[in-house]
């Protein structure tokens, strides 16, 4: 049986002090977006579900998504806003939500600056110096005198309205990127006027709107949010950040919040929002310089996963108190079940980040390992069922396919109280999880996987493998119900392929690497997520690979901040993209494909690896009517096949879906009536 995470960690469970706040332990959920409020700035039901549930997750203190200053800076099309007096009472409501559950509450304060996007909202980027968006290409307005003190008061009548609202504390954001990072920034900063020049002019702007702030609010505890590094040439030293640092402490910080980097551009966000192929505390480094400057405490983000990442970072002595985002989106609970307070495993973050994906296409937040993330039933009792004494049921309900689709199937109807097998084809089960973990770096994806075995392992369900359905043994297990979870196979080629060049399946190649000799030339078709994956595989054994997409962008599906980072490493291996460019045949060694109006000729080179996408595979459901068995699909096998994402969310739906039909829809004896 697998641990489960419940071994207690001592200072992270300690309590400790900001100031004049007592937390209860050293975990601070972090800031990041939702989505989750209405297009015009409001905070929703759901604002305060998603919140208040990590409050009784365990975490001493929420401090809530970056709020905008001003009407004319807003960060996504549904963010929360605090401009106008007319979003106090949600806002009240959602701290007393926060209160209620058991954490302290913090509110964010930003704005954007030069990073405020023309197509998104309108709004008019705007910054210390004249250029341009990095990410966008607009045209940045450089901020007059008059503008700054506009903004500076923005901020200050901001922090009135979250102290009416009941906020404990609010905290500027002076990282990633945004319009006070941009003005410490020499890379930005070009003013000649008392804003720009020397470290204690370009640190004017915070300083400036922190005794602002200070001086009307006296009692009322400010943090702040630093970036430890940018991460890029030219940007601002240690000593600026150190001495920074100092002075917010001089001036009544009660802490200082690091993470790292800057969302400007997909490359440098990797740094703020770090994909699996980044080491685990890897701010660590940098949050130890400017821990070892101050007195005041520090917090430290930074890919901290589990509870043993957070506990060295403490016992090191690099922070005093861990700021957990994306891994409290993952588990709510990770507090509880890190104290050991909750018998169940934790859900590892596994930094696809897709959550952080979704705010920048402008929809609300999800996450691969938490299915119910958003929804009014994301609680304990619906994320773990069965933690309370569960009446075990008659019901029987056999899982057809042993991929992470089918485990979470399981997992939810055996917490439930069914009797639940799960039987899967091959000798070893995991579906595709061995292509995942196939590419260079992903290690940390495996918490997929093992959550759901851990948590299977626990309820006592067998996984039995080497097993091929059949009629009879469908019969003789006598289900009440059939989950089909059998997963997609990959696609053949679309087009006519004559050609004396060895064709390979990607899934094949991630699975058996000395299918590409040493030294060869591959050309991958298909520049999905798979397709680029696969190339960075191959490139470790190839001359030359290259990548044919027909779209004209290569792997959409993936998070930028992900795809980037694969792309960063593939053009370092000098491999060739080539996009907008459909196959059209494969003759000889040729490979014929669409350009506009044309026909563009491609080398294929010593080996062509398809990775073109996948089919579902369906064939256990002529079984399961053959053997009478009423049977509800699951994972890829139910839709077009997708990612981690829609399998989970579909087989964790599916599975409460069908729930509710028991005992009496699915019973084997018909209710008296």
């Known amino acids: 049986m697998l641990a489960v995470d419940s071994k207690p960690s001592m ?19 972090g800031p990041m977006g939702t989505n989750f ?11 305060k579900i998603y919140y208040a549930e ?17 009407g004319n800076a807003r960060n996504h099309r549904a963010s929360l806003c605090i401009f106008d007096d007319r979003f106090i009472p949600g806002l009240a409501d959602l701290t007393k939500a926060i209160h209620r559950a058991g954490a302290l509450v913090c509110g964010q304060l930003n704005h954007r600056g030069m990073l405020l996007r023309r197509s998104v909202l309108g709004m008019e980027p705007v910054g210390p110096s004249p250029g341009k968006n990095p990410a966008t290409g607009d045209e940045v ?16 009548t901001s922090a009135i309205r979250l102290y009416r609202a009941g906020y404990d504390a609010i905290e500027l954001h002076a990282a990633n990127g945004y319009l006070f ?7 930005h900063n070009r003013r000649e006027d008392d804003y720009g020049g020397p470290v204690e002019n370009r640190m004017r702007l915070l300083m400036e709107t922190v005794r602002m702030i200070r001086s009307e609010l006296p009692d009322f505890p400010m943090m702040v949010r630093l970036s430890a590094t940018e991460y890029a040439d030219g940007g601002y030293s240690l000593d600026d950040i150190v001495t920074l640092s100092k002075a917010l402490e001089a001036a009544g910080v009660i802490a200082i919040d690091l993470s790292g980097g800057t969302n ?66 993952a588990d709510p609970h990770w507090c509880l079940k890190a104290f050991g307070e909750v018998k169940r495993p934790i859900r590892h973050c596994i930094s696809c980040n897709v959550c952080f994906e979704r705010l920048t296409l402008e929809l609300d937040v999800a996450c691969v390992q938490n299915p119910l993330v958003g929804t009014e039933f994301e609680t304990l009792a619906k994320l773990e069922p069965g933690l309370a004494e569960t009446r075990k049921q008659d019901t029987r309900v056999l899982v057809i396919g042993g991929g992470v689709a089918g485990l979470e199937a399981a ?27 196939a590419a260079p770096d992903k290690d940390d994806v495996s918490g997929v996987w093992t959550y759901r075995v851990a948590a299977l392992a626990q309820l006592d369900v067998p996984i039995r493998t080497g097993v091929e359905p059949t009629v009879d043994s469908i019969r003789a297990y006598r289900p009440d119900l059939i989950v089909i979870a059998t997963g997609a196979t990959p696609r053949d080629a679309p087009f006519p392929a004559n050609t004396h060049v060895p064709m390979i399946q990607a899934w094949d190649v991630l699975r058996r690497p000395e299918l590409i000799p040493q030294g060869s030339s591959v050309t991958v078709v298909g520049g999905g997520m798979v397709g680029i994956e696969t190339a960075e595989c191959i490139a470790k054994r190839a001359r030359h690979v290259a990548i044919l997409e027909g779209q004209s962008v290569v792997a959409k599906e993936m998070a930028r901040n992900n795809r980037w980072d694969v792309l960063l490493r593939l053009r ?12 059209v045949s494969i003759e000889g060694g040729t490979i014929l494909c669409r350009s506009g109006q044309d026909i563009v000729r491609h080398p294929a080179g010593d080996r062509i690896v398809l990775a073109i996408g996948a089919r579902p595979v369906r064939d256990v459901a002529q079984l399961a009517d053959q053997a009478g068995v009423p049977w509800v699909m699951a994972g890829d096998c139910n839709n077009v096949p997708g990612d981690f994402l829609t399998a989970i969310r579909d087989a964790s739906m599916i599975a409460w879906a069908a729930e509710e039909k028991f005992p009496a829809g699915l019973r084997k004896t018909p209710p008296i009536s």
């Not at 917490?415 to 995942?436: C, I, P, S, T, Y």
């Open 11 to 29: 200072l992270l469970q300690q309590p400790g002090r900001m100031g004049p706040l007592r937390l209860k332990n050293r975990v601070v959920m």
């Open 37 to 47: 409020g209405t297009t015009d700035g409001f905070s929703t039901e759901r604002d």
């Open 54 to 70: 990590r409050a009784r997750g365990g975490a001493a203190m929420i401090i809530t998504e970056a709020m905008v200053v001003s």
């Open 141 to 156: 307005r450089a901020l007059t005198k008059h503008d700054i003190a506009e903004i500076q008061q923005q901020f200050l």
């Open 181 to 187: 990072q941009q003005f410490l920034t020499p890379r």
């Open 264 to 329: 400007e551009t997909p490359e440098l966000s990797r740094y703020c929002i770090q994909p699996p192929s980044f080491p685990r505390r890897f701010l660590e480094p940098h949050a130890r310089s400017i821990k070892d400057a101050v007195t005041v405490p520090v917090i430290m983000a930074g890919r901290m996963l589990t509870p043993e990442d957070a506990e060295g970072v403490l016992q090191a002595g690099s922070a005093d108190y861990i700021a957990l985002c994306r891994a409290l989106v």
């Open 411 to 437: 997992r939810v109807f055996a917490a439930n109280g069914h009797r639940v097998e799960v039987w899967e084809r091959e000798h070893q089960a995991g579906g595709q999880m061995d292509l995942a973990l």
């Open 572 to 583: 370092d291996a000098n491999a060739q993209i080539v996009t907008d460019a459909p196959v």
